[in-house]
Nanobody, 125 residues
Framework: QVQLMEFGGGSVQAGGSLRLSCVES????????MAWFRQAPGKEREGVAA???????TYYADSVKGRFTISQDSDNTVHLQMTSLEPEDTAMYYC???????????????????WGQGTQVTVSS
């Protein structure tokens, strides 16, 4: 069973930065999509950023464009660099990976089957 372990959450003041990392282990098939989602209390889970492994394709939610950067430094590790953090970014952040996607690549085309336990990000004003 694939395991995802997230690191790097914490508490920062508005304007600060954090870097989240996610390491994938025990997989038998290479992931083609790696992504970060977040869920704040009382809100639905939303996709924050995603990448197509080994390709330049990326996705960012409008709310984080220009502030967050998703990157991959090995075929099983993905990072989310978060800058200019805002209180609205406060949420539990989850890493997710997909072994397949359908049609043209996009966040919605990825079959996210594996999820991490989440790491809390809290931004104070």
């Amino acid at each position: 069973q694939v395991q995802l372990m997230e690191f790097g959450g914490g508490s920062v003041q508005a304007g600060g930065s954090l870097r989240l990392s996610c390491v994938e282990s025990r997989r038998s098939v290479r992931s083609v999509c790696m992504a970060w989602f977040r869920q704040a209390p009382g809100k639905e889970r939303e996709g924050v950023a995603a990448l197509r492994t080994g390709q330049p394709d990326t996705y960012y939610a409008d709310s984080v464009k220009g502030r967050f950067t998703i990157s991959q430094d090995s075929d099983n590790t993905v990072h989310l660099q978060m800058t200019s953090l805002e209180p609205e970014d406060t949420a539990m952040y989850y890493c997710a990976t997909a072994p397949t996607y359908e049609g043209a690549w996009s966040l919605g085309s990825c079959d996210f089957r594996f999820w991490g336990q989440g790491t809390q990000v809290t931004v104070s004003s």
